[in-house]
Structure formats: C-alpha cells, structure tokens
C-alpha cells in the first residue's frame, strides 16, 4: 500500500475514533444531567423550563442537552432560552438570537444595563461579580415571573459547586455549598442546576465538539486575581497530586453528618443525652482511620469501654 493510501486510512480511522468518543461524551452528559434531575426532582411534568444562557460554554451545553432529553424524557415540559444582555462593551449582541433562530427554540433577549451600575459603584480593579450576580439574579426572576417559568436552570457544574463550597469556607467562614436545587430568596422560584454532576472538562470539550459560538465575558473575564481562580487552581493541584481527592470532596458534600460537626442549629446537641441504648452512626470514640491507599483500615475501631485502665 502506498503512502498517500496509508494516510488516508490512517485519517478515516482517526476521524471514526473521534467520532466514537464525541459520541460517547454526548451520552455520558445526558446520563449524567438526568441522573441529577431525576436525584432532586429538578423538572416535573408541564413544567416550563427558563434556560439562562449567557454565551458561554456552559449553558451553550445546559441548553443542548436538555433539548435531547426533552426529547426522550417521559414527561411533557417547555423550554425557554433567555439571555441577559448587560450592555457590556463590544457585546455581540446579533450572535445569541441568530444561534436559537437556528435551533427554533422560544428565547427571550432581556436588555438591562447592568454594566454601567456595577462600572459606577465597584472601585477600578475590585471584584465586580457580587455586585453583578445580584443584580442578574433580581432581573431573571422577574423576567421568569413574566414568562410563566416554574423553574430557573442555570448551567453551574460540578467544578462550580466545590469552588463555591471552598469560597465560603475560606472566605465566609461557613460549610455552604451551591446546591443543586434551591428555593429563591423570595421564596417564589425554583432554582436548578442540572450540570451539579457534570465535569467542567466535559462542558469544554463539548463546546469545541458542538463548535457553540462561545462569547466571553469581558466584565469580569480580565480580573485574574479572583479568590474562585485561587480555588480553581488550588482543586486542580489536588487533582494532579492526589488523584481522586477532588471526586472524595465532590462526594462529601452530599454524605453530610450533622451529629459530627458543630452546628447546633443543625443538631441538638444542648438536649443530647446518654440513653443506654445503641445509636446508629453513634460515636465509637475514634472513626477508623483511612490508610494511605485510601482504603479503611482493618484495625479494631476503639470503643467507650476500652479505654477503661
């Protein structure tokens, strides 16, 4: 065989091989995104669905994949497409209504100046997300008011919610998370995050699989020094060293033991008292301690009575 025969089949068989795992990255995101839907009840039937789409990747993906599942899904339920447009500077404002033209998918463009408040009140090089977060948030649940949407989903992944977790224990001095499925501070929307299980590995590389006309976000995107990048970067570290630490984390935070930590809110520790009876998840005056190869150990787990001189 000669060598311009030899690279052609080498070429067919890379772009079958890229082909397959383009393929197997879509399904993985629809098991992934349904797993977390159907594990917090996050859409219901005839529920009408307000996709926040901002330009990026992330929603870009949100978006795609919950118009496959709607389609597979046995429940009836609408989707809207809306977007925020915050008069940023040099804003394609043309790209995101063109781009769900084409899909044929409702979507509502809401124009809010936001940019020139949070430009006015937030001092040349201070962090601007606060301020922008809130002022988006106020503005989508009205626009959801007047669209008739009976849930938020907003394209936060998993990535997002252990930086979130980090962020608040770091810096807030609490264990708070960003949860998957939350009522608003108003108490009149539901909140959703069907990406909770998703990798932001995965939402990248799909962007560049599904070529989504990604916008970036020139607000915030030039400010480097953000305390979540520090996060970020320090999550990644962990990864690269210790390899499965960050999905431990990730787990964690939905294996919560309330009697174990010290939040008296949470459990009644002023009325705890000694009952004379076995507790399950009770103390056993010392949790057994994981070995090296992150495995339990096979030691005796010390009891109250022996310690006894």
Not at 257 to 270: A, T, Y
């Amino acid at each position: 065989m000669n060598a311009p025969a030899r690279e052609a089949e080498l070429t067919a068989k890379q772009v079958e091989k890229i082909a397959y795992e383009n393929n197997k990255l879509h399904k993985r995101l629809c098991r992934q995104v349904g797993q977390a839907i159907g594990d917090f009840n996050m859409i219901e039937e005839g529920d009408k669905v307000m996709v926040c789409l901002s330009g990026g990747k992330d929603s870009y993906a949100l978006l795609d994949i919950l118009m496959t599942l709607r389609e597979r899904a046995p429940i009836n339920f609408e989707i809207v497409a809306v977007n925020l447009d915050q008069k940023q500077p040099n804003f394609p404002e043309h790209i995101l209504p063109a781009y769900l033209k084409e899909l044929g998918i409702p979507f509502h463009i809401e124009n809010q100046d936001t940019y020139s408040i949070v430009k006015r009140l937030i001092p040349e090089g201070k962090t601007t997300c606060s301020l922008c977060s809130r002022l988006r948030r106020g503005i989508l649940y009205r626009v959801a008011d007047e669209l008739g949407a009976t849930k938020i989903a907003l394209g936060h992944h998993r990535d997002d919610i252990m930086e979130t977790f980090f962020l608040n224990m770091f810096f807030g001095a609490k264990i708070k998370g960003m949860p998957p499925k939350l009522q608003s501070d108003d108490g009149k929307h539901i909140v959703i995050r069907p990406l909770a299980y998703v990798k932001e590995a995965d939402t990248e590389r799909y962007a560049k699989v599904k070529n989504f006309p990604i916008i970036p976000c020139d607000l915030c995107g030039s400010q480097e020094n953000l305390q979540r990048k520090q996060i970020k970067n320090m999550l990644r570290e962990w990864e690269k060293q210790h390899k499965g630490r960050v999905e431990n984390i990730f787990s964690a935070l939905s294996t919560v033991v309330p009697s174990h930590l010290m939040d008296r809110s949470q459990f009644g520790f002023v009325d705890l008292k000694a009952t004379g009876e076995a507790v399950p998840g009770g103390d056993i005056a010392f949790d057994e301690e994981p070995c090296s190869t992150g495995t339990v150990s096979s030691v005796i787990p010390l009891r109250a009575s022996d310690l006894d001189d």
